[in-house]
């Protein structure tokens, strides 16, 4: 494997700088040549023989490169600024995306915890049993309804299953019920408990019991 010429600015033996624009193919005869530019005068262009290019000269009895690299071209670092760049960027928008995913998954576990006093004072409200005063009742109401409010400004809403046919992906089946009515086979017979959803994704699937249509 022949050694690689990177562009770049190279030093000649006799100290003239030359700046390395790229490598090319000889068409005639299948060999390899580098083309470089003179950094000098009235920037030439030349042509040599890739071998030719990296070997050796006896100068003084002492050998050294032909041409000696010294410095890489300003557009690879120009390139390697800007990968450096999009890495760097690409890093931000990598936090920023596992920053929210964190943020949504804290969210998930903290409301998976106030859910159940919500639907708690929900079932207080529908199963009171008449003996309580008004102003318990309103009391109650009142806090149902800021809980509600404060649940929809971070996203949260309750999964409506009136009149649906049982669906997977927002309910639980916990048991069937039996129907001869075929319209109804299907269909959600009772809610057990309350779903919702969190910015349109399935946080707690609704608990339900299913008509199922009798043999």
């Keep these: 494997m022949s050694e690689e010429v990177k562009t770049g600015v190279y030093k000649h033996y006799k100290n003239k700088e030359y700046k390395v624009l790229y490598t090319a193919v000889n068409t005639e005869n299948k060999e390899e040549v580098v083309v470089y530019q003179a950094m000098y005068g009235d920037g030439k262009i030349w042509v040599r023989p890739k071998k030719m290019f990296?070997?050796?000269?006896?100068?003084?009895?002492?050998?050294?490169?032909?041409?000696?690299?010294?410095?890489?071209?300003?557009?690879?670092?120009?390139?390697?600024?800007?990968?450096?760049?999009?890495?760097?960027?690409?890093?931000?928008?990598?936090?920023?995306?596992?920053?929210?995913?964190?943020?949504?998954?804290?969210?998930?576990?903290?409301?998976?915890?106030?859910?159940?006093?919500?639907?708690?004072?929900?079932?207080?409200?529908?199963?009171?049993?008449?003996?309580?005063?008004?102003?318990?009742?309103?009391?109650?109401?009142?806090?149902?309804?800021?809980?509600?409010?404060?649940?929809?400004?971070?996203?949260?809403?309750?999964?409506?299953?009136?009149?649906k046919k049982f669906d997977h992906n927002l309910m639980d089946a916990l048991s069937s019920e039996g129907t001869e009515d075929k319209s109804l086979d299907g269909l959600v017979a009772k809610q057990v408990k309350a779903g919702y959803k969190l910015n349109g994704k399935v946080i707690e699937p609704v608990k339900v019991i299913v008509y199922k249509l009798k043999n």
């Design 54 to 163: 990296l070997e050796e000269v006896e100068i003084d009895g002492q050998k050294k490169p032909r041409f000696q690299f010294i410095l890489e071209d300003n557009n690879d670092w120009q390139n390697k600024y800007k990968r450096a760049l999009a890495d760097y960027q690409n890093l931000l928008k990598q936090t920023a995306k596992e920053k929210m995913e964190f943020a949504v998954y804290a969210n998930e576990q903290m409301l998976r915890e106030i859910l159940p006093v919500y639907d708690n004072l929900k079932m207080a409200m529908e199963h009171h049993n008449g003996e309580t005063t008004d102003d318990w009742l309103k009391g109650v109401e009142h806090v149902v309804k800021q809980f509600k409010d404060a649940l929809g400004k971070i996203g949260v809403e309750e999964i409506k299953i009136k009149d």
